[in-house]
């Protein structure tokens, strides 16, 4: 039967393919030369914490706008709209999330030709060019106000940053203005090193001791593997041949000493510890007698094969060649923690199924073993799941809806009013064989995908998916049918908006229906995994940033604290939730995983709390937050939890890389760079947590909170980087985000604590940390970044801008990665691969522009700097 949702979706596509033609309305051709511009006005407004933007809409068409036949609808990066104080001819609306619209007066007037301002008002600053609105589309009305034609903005310009107000948040925020000049002062720290000095492997093992030698390995070594790991054997002479150009043969059994010879490679496991870990360990060698992988599991001679792809020549992965010449060496290595984690997010905007099987590929190349991917959410729900079909048709769908209390999903981050609008990702998923898929791909390369079910919020997607489910049920009489699944309390009254802004993204947890909803999802992608060869035994439940005011008005939530008055408080709920759920999930044989709320309780006053009750349980709460509460993570794992810790300073990937307005990211959680990501002590984190996000030096909020406790060590069950993907659209954007900083991750979750790491002098710890981070960010740009140009098609990782002064008529330049090349041109031209090329001051006059470049010929964006 037709699903009355999927019948209103092709009749809005009627409507927007017809465009408007009809008697009192514009034709699509006219309303796209209705255009607009938007400007940031300023950060510096009056009270603290305030913007100022305008939209200019320029009506080039001949169709009249006024008070009633048109509004505007867009997506920005969500932010409290203030009350306008000086009236303005239109009034911006914040609807839900980060949708809002923009409703004319009733006295509005745009003729053909004319041009109008809009100023508008709102709470946090706006610094980056990603935080601009996005997705515009206006929505006409006919003469009794009903939706008409929808036509997407087509000439739409975002103004640039160039002022202090517009590049700083605020008296307050203590950073520099960025430019080529700041950079410069900044890179001075940095030098060139020799290529004798470069890491030979990251993240780096625990020994490595080259020798005086070269192994020439061919076609003709054959490939040794011991029974269990054809796997193995199979994944590295796929890659040889990759570097090669020739085929290799592989072999069941070892050879007749059980070692390799001059024409083998011998893949095998056993009885290996190193710096006392027997779990994923290996050892390499090479010599004259060819190429050992010994591994105390299979994993361990998977990332001993890991290992021995980065040995080989960066010309090797430019151009095959039938040998590939290795030097000879000895590597003994196994990782610091067992749980390396990259959290994936593909709900708010959806990756396909190659891309992720592309970060798989990185993450299995960097020795990171867990995958926690992040399938839904307010805006989208990405896997196909048996008995609820609404979960993909209106969960996996975003388009223009008539408000938010409608069952669909309304535009998010500038997917626009069209469902599977192309170059849009929006909208979208994975069928059960795209995951099973995807999971095979995973488990090959020995990470373990957590699929995550976020409740009791962040679950808008579920519910209008949900209520659609409802809606056809009771249409069709089948009232009990229709609430078995059903996720609110209609009769909820209460008042909330999220840290995303939404009004109602939070289930009902007094309603048995939620529970039995969240088994069936459990259950159904359990059989996934089994359908995958695979046991799925760890759970992800999301549990983060249930708004204050949640379930204060709902009648089910009342009649539930009534019946339970040790709940006592509505704050309360979201710990009875997990309390309840827990042993379902524990029926099941899973370890629940969770953000850090999941193992907190709230104070009368909103003080979040170490709760008792489930620290001997399989519980393993994730911590973000270590600047707003910054010994929340030692606390936990003084408390006897085991913890992850995913610190915002240091491993957050959608943080933006600095203040430059032109680079993508978020950044209420600071800016994180590659070094952040390497420079990371997990035992002594105040050493390494800096500044927050104004750059205020955060050694003061230290003072009389909990250090981790020696015995406490143990609980940390190891770190997780995190891409959420607000800003992130489509694979480029995704690869520039994590990569290099996937790189110092690794160093930070796999290689061996660093000296550092419990120096306690400040300025020797700071030495240390510059002379340290000055070799890995040379081996990044020199050996290790290029190889990436070529692997898998090429990714799209990030070169930093050169710094450059022009001192005395001479330029001086220089960049944070040292070993990229540095090029300019004085005549205007951007520079390219064939342009001089900067080795030493020079003299130069007007203005200069520089880009960075690697050895495969990738460059960064522009930088500017003038000669007087």
Partial sequence: MKKIVLFQLVVLSIILLAGCGQSGGVSKEQAEKIGISWKLVSNFVE???????????????????????????????????????????????????????????????????????????????????????????????????????????????????????????????????????????????????????????????????????????????HIFYQEGLENEARFMAAKLKTLSGTDFTIKNGLPANGTADSSAIVLRTDKITVNGIAKEAYHLGIDQKGITISGSDAAGVFYGIQSLLQLVPTANYQKAGNTINLGYVQVEDAPRFHFRSLHLDVARNFQTKESVKRILDLLASYKVNHLLFYITEDEGWRVEIDGLPELTEIGSQRSHTAGMNVSALHPSYGSGPVANDEGKYGSSHYTKADFIEILKYANERHIKVIPELNFPGHALAAIKSMEARYDRLMKEGKEKEANEYRLIDPEDKSVYISAQGYKNNVVSVARESTYHFYEKVVDEIAKLYKQAGLTMDTFHTGGDEVAEGVWTKSPMAAKLMKENPNIKDAKNLQSYFFGKLLPRLEKRNLKVHGWEEVALTKTPEGIYLPNPEFAKRPVVPYIWNNIFDVDLGNRLANAGYQVVFCNVTNFYFDMSYNNDPKEPGLYWGGFVDTRDNWAFAPFNMFRTTEENALGKPLKEEFVGKQLLKPEARKNVLGIEAQLWSETIKGRDMMEYSVLPKLLGFSESAWSPERKWENVADAAARGKMIMEGWNIFANSIAQKHLPRLKYVNGGYNYRLPMPGAVVENGMLKANVELPGLDIRYTTDGSEPTTTSPAYAAPVKVSGTVKLKSFDLAGRSSRTSVVTAN
């Fill in 47 to 221: 009270p603290a914490g305030t913007f100022e933007a305008k939209f200019t809409i320029r009506n080039g068409s001949d169709f009249t706008m006024d008070g009633s036949n048109w509004a505007l609808f867009f997506n920005m990066s969500p932010r409290p709209i203030q009350t306008n104080k000086t009236p303005q001819p239109a009034t911006v609306e914040h609807i839900n999330g980060d949708w809002y619209k923009m409703v004319p007066s009733k006295d509005f007037k745009l003729n053909s030709g004319d041009s109008i301002v809009i100023n508008y008002r709102g709470t946090d600053a706006v610094i980056k060019e990603t935080d601009a609105p996005l997705g515009l589309y206006f929505v006409f009305y006919d003469k009794e106000g009903k939706e008409k034609d929808i036509v997407q903005v087509a000439d739409y310009s975002i103004e640039p940053f160039t002022t202090k107000e517009q590049i700083l948040r605020g008296k307050n925020d203590r950073r520099q203005i960025p430019t080529a000049e700041t950079r410069y002062k900044d890179n001075l720290a940095f030098t060139k090193i020799g290529a004798e000095q470069l890491l030979k492997i990251i993240p780096s093992p625990v020994k490595i001791n080259a020798g005086s030698g070269t192994f020439a390995l061919s076609s003709k070594s």
